[in-house]
């Protein structure tokens, strides 16, 4: 920490002694690293900050003529620093840019961008939209190394709020409404006992800790770097978790947490889910465009299947026949037959252009999908039709279709709130608050109560079905949970 500080410090002061150096004119960064940038960009910001860099108003800042200001405060150097603790650990609080607030929640990149790719992508939002007529004149490119040396922190995205408060003011609302919340979640808190609330143990994939914890024991297993998304096996005795960055499947024994396999499918893989019958492990690594589908006995690789641009999650029929797979980079789902473990068709769907997660209605007859950037969308099998999309939180999230019940809720990452619609009437019923960051959403097999993993408050939230409130929020011991597996409820 001592030395980073060192470092970084030594890099600043040679900036500036570059900068003095220089003829005045802006020094442009490598236009290498500009185009890098603008790939890591497309690739991986202009979901939610737009292509031509001008948000969407109210769910996500804009970078263009923007950004500049945001470095140029404090002369330049505060705000530096600043922009690369925001992409390295993300950003969570209340702002105001351009006479427009965002309470939203920017997910942190340290995990999944490398240093140099951070740099670029920095470089080129800095010079893109906009931002290089009003970027300060001691604008020298950002460097891996640089970013290199505010890695390594473990800060959170509240911390660097308040960093940003520091540098650029805090201008915007107050952070009372988070407060007032706190306080009655934490007066509704132990009304039910985390034993009631969870009858069946649950596993929280605890990202950025590489482990899964079990609810309610709290027991914490290791091994698992990046523990992205989880499922279980219909018999409960096997955790298949996708190791996000490091592109291994696990496979995980459920009594003590031993590993059993370690499949290697790709550079990243995501979305896992074992078919009800128990015979097949499904895993997508976006990357290839592919669903890995593994041998739930002998744990070994039976094929790859090309399915289309950027699959991301998985959901089975329930005869197993059939497995669903959303391409968030194609506006559609792929079907994947298990008979023939082929692709056997694409299904388009209109008014949701990054088909994000995915669930089934207990009858089979409608998918439930959530977008990558704030909707929810159902589609009906059998007419192949979207018959409605909802506005919901912003970003990216689970669904669950809640068993024994005409909800259906999903989390949204960038937001703080779960939505539950109601499948019958086709309308928003709820939008309940349960912290900073909600992306998994799953419910207990009787339906009765829903855990949601709180990525940025590194917590679970627990809502009763019944009457729509959250009863419990309990820590995890690690952070960023991103997904749960809960049993009978795939
Ligand atoms: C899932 C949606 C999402 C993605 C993807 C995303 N961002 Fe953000 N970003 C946000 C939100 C929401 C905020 C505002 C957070 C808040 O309100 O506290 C934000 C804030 C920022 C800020 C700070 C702006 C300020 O005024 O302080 C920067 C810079 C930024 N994002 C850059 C990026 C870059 C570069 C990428 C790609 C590597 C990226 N974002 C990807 C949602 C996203």
């Known amino acids: 920490m001592v030395n980073q500080r060192i470092s970084l410090i030594s890099k600043l002061v040679l900036s500036i002694g570059l900068f003095y150096g220089a003829s005045g004119a802006i020094a442009a960064p490598g236009e290498d690293s500009i185009a890098r940038g603008k790939q890591v960009y497309n690739q991986q910001c202009a979901a939610c900050h737009q292509a031509g860099g001008q948000g969407i108003p109210g769910s996500f800042p804009p970078q263009k003529g923007h950004t500049a200001n945001v470095f140029n405060a404090s002369g330049g150097m505060g705000g530096r620093d600043y922009l690369a603790h925001v992409l390295q650990y993300g950003l969570t609080g209340s702002i105001d840019v351009e006479g427009t607030s965002y309470n939203g929640n920017m997910p942190a990149w340290g995990g999944s961008l490398s240093d140099q790719q951070i740099a670029d992508v920095l470089n080129y939002v800095l010079t893109a939209f906009g931002n290089r007529e009003r970027l300060s004149r001691s604008f020298q490119p950002y460097t891996a190394d640089e970013v290199n040396a505010v890695s390594g922190k473990d800060l959170s995205g509240k911390q660097v709020y308040q960093l940003r408060q520091a540098v650029v003011g805090s201008r915007g609302q107050s952070s009372g409404s988070v407060t007032s919340q706190d306080a009655s979640v934490a007066s509704m808190a132990a009304k039910v006992s985390l034993e009631q609330a969870i009858p069946k143990p649950i596993y929280a994939a605890v990202q950025d800790s590489g482990v899964v914890e079990r609810l309610p024991s709290k027991s914490t297993w290791p091994g698992v770097k990046g523990a992205h998304y989880d499922a279980l096996s219909p018999d409960g005795k096997q955790l298949m978790v996708s190791g996000f960055k490091t592109g291994n499947v696990y496979v995980m024994d459920t009594d003590n947490g031993e590993i059993q396999a370690s499949i290697a499918i790709g550079e990243v893989v995501q979305g896992v889910k074992v078919s009800p019958d128990g015979r097949y492990g499904l895993a997508v690594a976006p990357t290839q465009g592919v669903v890995a589908i593994i041998d739930m006995e002998t744990l070994s690789l039976v094929k790859k299947v090309s399915v289309g641009d950027t699959p991301h999650n998985i959901i089975f029929n329930k005869d197993s026949s059939l497995a669903y797979v959303t391409l968030q980079g194609e506006g559609a789902l792929a079907v994947v037959d298990m008979t023939t473990l082929n692709k ?67 989390g949204a990452i960038s937001a703080s709130q779960v939505t539950v619609i109601d499948a019958d009437s086709l309308a928003i019923v709820a939008n309940l608050e349960v912290g900073t960051g909600p992306h998994g959403v799953r419910a207990s097999a009787d339906g009765r109560y829903l855990y949601t993993s709180v990525t940025a408050d590194n917590m679970i939230t627990i809502i009763d079905m019944g009457s729509l409130e959250v009863i419990r929020q309990e820590p995890v011991d690690g952070k960023f949970p991103f997904w749960l597996a809960v049993p009978g409820n795939p």
Do not use: C, E, M
């Open 344 to 410: 056997q068709r694409a299904i388009p769907t209109p008014g949701l252009d990054s088909p994000h997660n995915i669930d089934i209605s207990g009858d089979g007859r409608r998918l439930w999908i959530r977008d990558f950037i704030g909707h929810v969308g159902v589609l009906d099998l059998d007419s192949g039709r979207v018959l409605k999309v909802f506005k919901v939180g912003a970003g990216h999230g689970g669904i669950d279709v809640i068993p024994n019940s005409r909800y259906v809720a999903t």
